[in-house]
C-alpha cells in the first residue's frame, strides 16, 4: 500500500541544497571520512576558503570511536573526530592554513554551538555556507546549525556514507531505524528547545 506520508518524511530528512561560492565549509563530528572527502573536494574546486571540521567524540561513547570507513586510507590513532576530520582533508589536497579547529563538541548542537564560537574568534563574516553531512542527518544538522547561524545561508550538501539513501531506506530495518530516528530525535530534541525557550 503506498503511505504518502512515507514519501513526505523522506522529503523532508534528505533535504538537499546546491553547492555555491560560499564563506565556509562546515562538517559536523562524526567517523566517516566521506563527509570530509566532499568537503575537500568542494574546497579544492574553489568554493570556500575555510573548512571547519567540529567534534570531539560522541558523548554517548566518551571517546572517539574509531574510524568507521576506508582504514586502509587513514590508519592510526585520532583521539578526537577533529583530528581524524583534519587528517582526510589534508590527504585530499586541503591546505592546513584553510582547516580551522573545534574540538570540544560531543552532540551536533554542540557541533553547531562551538563552530560559532570559532567564528567569531577567528573574525570571520560568514554570510553563505555549505554543510557537508550524512544524508539522513540533513534536516537536523541543517536546523542546529540554522538556530546558531541565523543570519548565514546555509545550503546543505548530503553525502551517503553508510549506503543508506533517499531511494532504499525503506527497504531495510537498518535504514528505517536511521531515518525514523532522525524523526524522533528532531521531535524530542527541538520539542526541549521549544520548551526552554
Known amino acids: 500500500m503506498y503511505l504518502p506520508f512515507?514519501?513526505?518524511?523522506?522529503?523532508?530528512?534528505?533535504?538537499?541544497?546546491?553547492?555555491?561560492?560560499?564563506?565556509?565549509?562546515?562538517?559536523?563530528?562524526?567517523?566517516?571520512?566521506?563527509?570530509?572527502?566532499?568537503?575537500?573536494?568542494?574546497?579544492?574546486?574553489?568554493?570556500?576558503?575555510?573548512?571547519?571540521?567540529?567534534?570531539?567524540?560522541?558523548?554517548?561513547?566518551g571517546k572517539f570511536a574509531g574510524v568507521l570507513d576506508e582504514r586502509e586510507k587513514y590508519p592510526g590513532d585520532?583521539?578526537?573526530?577533529?583530528?581524524?576530520?583534519?587528517?582526510?582533508?589534508?590527504?585530499?589536497?586541503?591546505?592546513?592554513?584553510?582547516i580551522l579547529r573545534e574540538d570540544q563538541a560531543t552532540y551536533t548542537e554542540e557541533n553547531a554551538y562551538y563552530s560559532r564560537k570559532v567564528i567569531k574568534e577567528q573574525k570571520i563574516s560568514v554570510k553563505k555556507a555549505l554543510l557537508c553531512c550524512k544524508n539522513y542527518h540533513a534536516r537536523r544538522a541543517f536546523l542546529y546549525y540554522k538556530k546558531h547561524f541565523p543570519d548565514t545561508e546555509i545550503q546543505v550538501i548530503?553525502?551517503?556514507?553508510?549506503?543508506?539513501?533517499?531511494?532504499?531506506?525503506?527497504?531495510?530495518?537498518?535504514?528505517?531505524?536511521?531515518?525514523?530516528?532522525?524523526?524522533s530525535r528532531i521531535i524530542y530534541q527541538f520539542s526541549l528547545l521549544e520548551k526552554d525557550s
Request: proline fraction near 5%; include cysteine; aromatic fraction near 12%.
Open 6 to 61: 512515507i514519501e513526505e518524511i523522506a522529503d523532508y530528512i534528505f533535504m538537499e541544497g546546491k553547492a555555491q561560492k560560499s564563506d565556509i565549509i562546515f562538517v559536523p563530528g562524526n567517523g566517516y571520512p566521506q563527509m570530509a572527502e566532499k568537503a575537500a573536494g568542494l574546497w579544492r574546486e574553489g568554493y570556500a576558503p575555510y573548512i571547519l571540521p567540529s567534534g570531539k567524540y560522541s558523548k554517548t561513547v
Open 78 to 98: 585520532f583521539s578526537t573526530e577533529w583530528e581524524f576530520l583534519r587528517e582526510v582533508l589534508l590527504k585530499n589536497g586541503v591546505a592546513e592554513s584553510a
Open 158 to 183: 548530503p553525502v551517503c556514507a553508510d549506503g543508506i539513501t533517499r531511494e532504499n531506506w525503506k527497504q531495510t530495518e537498518e535504514g528505517v531505524k536511521a531515518v525514523t530516528g532522525e524523526v
